[in-house]
T-cell receptor, first 115, second 110 residues
Framework: GAGVSQSPRYKVAKRGQDVALRCDPI?????LFWYQQALGQGPEFLTY????????KSGLPSDRFFAERPEGSVSTLKIQRTQQEDSAVYLC?????????????FGPGTRLTVL | GQQVMQIPQYQHVQEGEDFTTYCNSS?????IQWYKQRPGGHPVFLIQ?????EVKKQKRLTFQFGEAKKNSSLHITATQTTDVGTYFC??????????FGAGTQVVVTP
């Protein structure tokens, strides 16, 4: 496909379960971003990768959140021991270059509901 | 937290009317990007403004960056039902990390 893809599109988890969310960026895109979007709010930055290097993880809410991009393409956001406040849409975005500015291409998101 | 404030939070518009949504910051912005998110969809890039006083047009949409680079506006003329969605402004840092506003949700009445 030509765009950013994410899976699963919907995930329901019981409180305390671990979840893994996958992002496939546009082929060749160097930079990859994860955002969390609560209902009725704008996306909030979680973490940023340049190729396989995680350069900024300042937005991760707690040490229960972990992200990786081991081969510089696909990325996984893992949430351990999910809590109800983790319920949100998790968006992945990619850009072709190294520097900031310019269009970010967003995936469709994963809607996580924690019961 | 979100450092760019967007007003109004909600905008109800009659089809065919014009409206403007605003993005304000207490600090100087290096740039401003605008995104549109349809209901149930994901943010889609509309435009980026970088220069003080910059104005860009896309068909019925006019984007403006303030002279002091502390505010931006999006003006839509002759609103159509396809304009429904939430419009976000965001500042990009040097790596590309976006700081979004809370958005303006636009509802269009036929």
């Amino acid at each position: 496909g030509a765009g950013v893809s994410q899976s699963p599109r919907y995930k329901v988890a019981k409180r305390g379960q671990d979840v893994a969310l996958r992002c496939d960026p546009i082929s060749g895109h160097v930079s990859l971003f994860w955002y969390q979007q609560a209902l009725g709010q704008g996306p909030e930055f979680l973490t940023y990768f340049q190729n396989e290097a995680q350069l900024d993880k300042s937005g991760l809410p707690s040490d229960r959140f972990f992200a990786e991009r081991p081969e510089g393409s696909v990325s996984t956001l893992k949430i351990q021991r999910t809590q109800q406040e983790d319920s949100a849409v998790y968006l992945c975005a990619s850009t072709p270059g190294l520097a900031g500015g310019g269009e970010q291409f967003f995936g469709p998101g994963t809607r996580l509901t924690v019961l | 937290g979100q450092q760019v404030m967007q007003i109004p939070q909600y905008q109800h518009v009659q089809e065919g009317e014009d409206f403007t949504t605003y993005c304000n910051s207490s600090t100087t912005l290096s740039n401003i990007q605008w995104y549109k998110q349809r209901p149930g969809g994901h943010p889609v890039f509309l435009i980026q403004l970088v220069k003080s006083g910059e104005v860009k047009k896309q068909k019925r949409l006019t984007f403006q960056f303030g002279e002091a680079k502390k505010n931006s506006s999006l003006h839509i003329t002759a609103t159509q039902t396809t304009d429904v969605g939430t419009y976000f402004c965001a500042e990009s840092d040097s790596w590309g990390k976006l700081q979004f506003g809370a958005g303006t949700q636009v509802v269009v009445t036929p």
